[in-house]
Structure formats: C-alpha cells, structure tokens
C-alpha cells in the first residue's frame, strides 16, 4: 500500500506539521510506502497522486480546495478533521458546504475524540459509518523527573504556539506582567512561526516592552524542543479554540505542567486539577499560575500524572495502528461498493 499524507502549510513548523511528520514516521515503520505533500505549497502533484492507493488528507476545508486544482479527480481518500475546520470552518458561512461535501466524498474521516464525533454526526448524522474516533499520538521526549528553580531563581513559561490571533498570546504576555508585581521570578519564553503578520508584529512590541522577563525566540527546530521541556517549569496555552494540541501532549508526556484555556480540545486532553489545570479568564489564570509559582510539590505532582494519562491514552504506536486500521477498512469497503 501507498499513502500519500496531505497536508497545508507543511513547510512551515505548524502543529498540524508535527503531527504529519509523526503520522508519517510511523506509517514508515510499519511497513506503508509514504509520501508527504504540502498542499498549499506546491502545484504539481499528479505523478505521485497517480501512483497511491490512497490519499489521507488534513484539513478538509484546505484539502478540497486542492481536490479543485488537479486536473484528476481524488477519489480514494480519507480526512483527519482539525481543529480549525470544527472550530471556525464549519461555522463559517463562506466554508461551510466545501467541508461537508469533503467529508461525505471521503472514504473515512478522523476525528481525535468522541466530543469531535458528536460534533460532526449533530450535523451529518449519515457519517456515522466512517467516522473514527483515534486519539492523537505524541512524539516520545524523556520525561522530567525533578524540578527545581534555575540558578537565577526563574520560574520560566513556555508557550509554543504558531502567532495569530486565535492563540490568544497577548492575554499571556499581559496576564503574567501584572503576576509579576508580586512573583517578579516569573519569566516567559514563546516560540513558534509567525503566522499573521499583524499579530505577530503586535507580540514582538509586547514582548519588546517586556523585555526584561518576555522572550520571543521564533521558530525552534522540533527536535530542540527537549532542551525547552528542560529549562521550562510550566507549558501555557491561551488558545481561543484548538484541536488537540501537540505541543500541550508533548509537555504533558515530558512530565511538565500545564495550565491551559478552558476550550473544547484543551479539555479533551487535561483534566482540571488532576493532569494540568484549565483556567477560565484573567483572574483565575492567574490563581493557578501563582499556585504553580509557589508550589513546587504541585508542579511535580501534575507534571507526573500528566505523563502518566499521555502514556496511557496518547501512544504513537496505538494511533498508528488504528490509523492503518482506518485506512485498510475504508479501502475494503470501497472495493466491495459500501458507502
């Protein structure tokens, strides 16, 4: 079998990208001839798309506009839906009916949990049959046993987060400055691409006014992430809306706590005071950063029940082997004719 996994954006360092890139590692082990595309970034993609069995898309708003452009018809193809197609573009007036079209023209369609599925079945009840429910993977980094202040006595927040507005890193920046009138160890570190020129120009001027204790430090190689789990004390995610986001499952598996906004994927994957926390507006962001500050026991206790939850419901090898599970299903159905 071949698979050729399509992507957007894939060559910039998106979540979305991390995930394709672990997807595609181990579809590699597990024996599945596999090419990856970007489908916003290049054009001429017919040889390859000629030669795969199947086609498993991300994004389905993004992968049909592309079905559009090639002068073959896609046929054999599957969805992984993302947050940003169940968050703004079945919402949106304008996206709406291109995602819905994609998703009943696909041979199966991934979801990353069972909130996601009664989302798409409360509208398309029809796709019952083809949809799958496959926890999202994390790439394996080695967990953090201790936790300690660093020599300059800094309790240091890492956000990674492609900057655009649904991220929502301005609320970050200011709520930790006002945190920092009585915990002035407080520190931030964000990085990740710029993906809105607007907002990205708006974090950098924040972050030059805060310059003392706020760093923007671009776009790190994933790789390097292991050194940032290191030095980091906790991972924050301000996220209006989100999937599942990997680099929350990775700070998680690497034994860090994490303290995030109170949205749909955010919740599917940390359980208020038990894996993380889960804030809900400024002030009580702020109760529980300061609680995190001043309790190292708790940043321990979190961060090991964090990895503990990831290893047991978010392997890689478990997503993978559904994920060809998925695909070998949906290929059998469609020789057979189901729908």
Same mark, same amino acid.
């Given at each position: ?37 970007? /489908?916003?970034?290049?054009? $001429?993609?017919?040889?390859? &798309? %000629? +030669? @795969?069995?199947? !086609? *498993?898309? #991300? ?33 949106? /007036?304008?996206?709406?009916? $291109?995602?819905?079209?994609? &998703? %009943? +023209? @696909?041979?199966? !369609? *991934?979801? #990353? ?49 492609? !900057? ?176």
């Amino acid at each position: 079998m071949k698979v050729i996994l399509a992507t957007p954006f894939y060559n910039q360092l998106r979540g979305n990208t991390i995930t394709v890139r672990r997807i595609a590692e181990g579809l590699i082990d597990a024996g599945i001839e596999t090419e990856v595309i970007s /489908i916003t970034e290049q054009i $001429d993609n017919m040889h390859s &798309l %000629k +030669d @795969a069995d199947l !086609i *498993h898309g #991300f994004n389905a708003y993004r992968f049909y506009q592309f079905m559009k452009t090639v002068s073959t018809p896609i046929t054999n193809f599957t969805i992984t839906l993302t947050g940003t197609d169940l968050n703004h573009d079945l919402k949106n /007036i304008d996206r709406k009916q $291109d995602v819905i079209t994609c &998703l %009943k +023209d @696909a041979l199966a !369609i *991934h979801v #990353f949990d069972v909130k996601a599925q009664e989302r798409v079945l409360e509208l398309l009840p029809e796709l019952k049959s083809k949809l799958y429910v496959i926890a999202q993977g994390t790439t394996a980094f080695n967990k953090r046993t201790t936790f300690q202040n660093d020599q300059q006595n800094r309790i240091i927040f890492l956000l990674p987060a492609g !900057i655009r507005k649904v991220k929502n890193i301005p609320f970050a920046i200011k709520a930790l400055q006002q945190l920092r009138q009585t915990h002035p160890q407080v520190h931030l570190k964000i990085v990740g691409p710029i993906i809105e020129r607007e907002e990205g120009e708006y974090v950098q001027q924040l972050v030059s006014e805060n310059k003392e204790w706020a760093a923007y430090d671009g776009v790190i190689p994933h790789k390097e992430m292991q050194s940032l789990y290191n030095n980091g004390d906790v991972v924050i995610n301000t996220s209006h809306s989100e999937g599942q986001s990997s680099a929350v499952l990775e700070a998680m598996g690497h034994g860090l706590p994490v303290l995030v906004s109170s949205n749909k994927g955010n919740k599917s994957i940390v359980t208020h005071d038990k894996t993380g926390f889960v804030y809900d507006g400024m002030e009580n962001f702020q109760n529980l950063a300061r609680s995190l500050i001043e309790d190292v026991s708790l940043r321990q206790e979190l961060g090991q029940n964090a990895a503990e939850y990831v290893e047991s419901h978010h392997s890689s090898n478990v997503e993978i082997k559904a994920i060809i599970n998925m695909y070998e299903e949906s290929l059998t159905l469609n020789s057979l004719g189901g729908e």
